[in-house]
T-cell receptor, first 114, second 112 residues
Framework: AQSVTQLGSHVSVSEGALVLLRCNYS??????LFWYVQYPNQGLQLLLK??????LVKGINGFEAEFKKSETSFHLTKPSAHMSDAAEYFC????????????FGTGTRLKVLA | DAGVTQSPTHLIKTRGQQVTLRCSPK?????VSWYQQALGQGPQFIFQ???????QRGNFPDRFSGHQFPNYSSELNVNALLLGDSALYLC???????????FGPGTRLTVT
């Protein structure tokens, strides 16, 4: 069965510092992987996705993630944090072509310190 | 291009009542998925509709039902509401042959 683990329910970084949000997954077949961001009282916005091809994926707002099959990881990074990055981030996996049912992690709340 | 829209934004219901939530998908999308997000949790998959049929269902009781209309919009119905049904209900749309889903702003349901 698919599952997603996000290490660290809360992460704090200083403005301008590296952002690293961790995501590990389990899947019996090659997965599709996603990162979403959720601002307070809003829905989820797609940041980036990995389906096939290049394992380093670039998304919106300067975020990127690398699919590492050997480590079953899909960590999200951003070189320099901005105050506007403060939000909740969710990693999701789907391994069912055709239906693409998502399994989400429990989320990581990112706090950016001035 | 309008994104995914949901109505209403907020809803307060009493235990035992029934509720209907509505979703209009993004233009060009034919698949609608519904998720429940409890406070402090990640979204949980309820079910997915494609071509007006329920294509897949998550681990939710039969009190949760849905419908998809010919214009691809969708409804989520919950009967016999419980306090534990209080959550943010998210609708996501996608194009049938593509894996990425686009989410609406959600409907916040409070059951008292």
């Amino acid at each position: 069965a698919q599952s997603v683990t996000q290490l660290g329910s809360h992460v704090s970084v200083s403005e301008g510092a590296l952002v690293l949000l961790r995501c590990n997954y389990s899947s019996s077949v090659p997965p599709y992987l996603f990162w979403y961001v959720q601002y307070p009282n809003q829905g989820l916005q797609l940041l980036l996705k990995y389906t096939t091809g290049a394992t380093l994926v670039k998304g919106i707002n300067g975020f990127e993630a690398e699919f590492k099959k050997s480590e079953t990881s899909f960590h999200l990074t951003k070189p320099s944090a901005h105050m506007s990055d403060a939000a909740e981030y969710f990693c999701a996996v789907s391994d069912q072509p055709g239906t693409y049912k998502y399994i989400f992690g429990t989320g990581t709340r990112l706090k950016v310190l001035a | 291009d309008a994104g995914v829209t949901q109505s209403p934004t907020h809803l307060i219901k009493t235990r035992g009542q029934q509720v209907t939530l509505r979703c209009s998908p993004k233009s060009g999308h034919d698949t609608v998925s519904w998720y429940q997000q409890a406070l402090g949790q990640g979204p949980q998959f309820i079910f997915q509709y494609y071509e007006e049929e329920e294509r897949q269902r998550g681990n939710f009781p039969d009190r949760f039902s849905g419908h998809q209309f010919p214009n691809y919009s969708s409804e989520l119905n919950v009967n016999a509401l419980l306090l534990g049904d209080s959550a943010l209900y998210l609708c996501a749309s996608s194009r049938g042959d593509r894996p990425e889903q686009y989410f609406g702003p959600g409907t916040r349901l409070t059951v008292t």
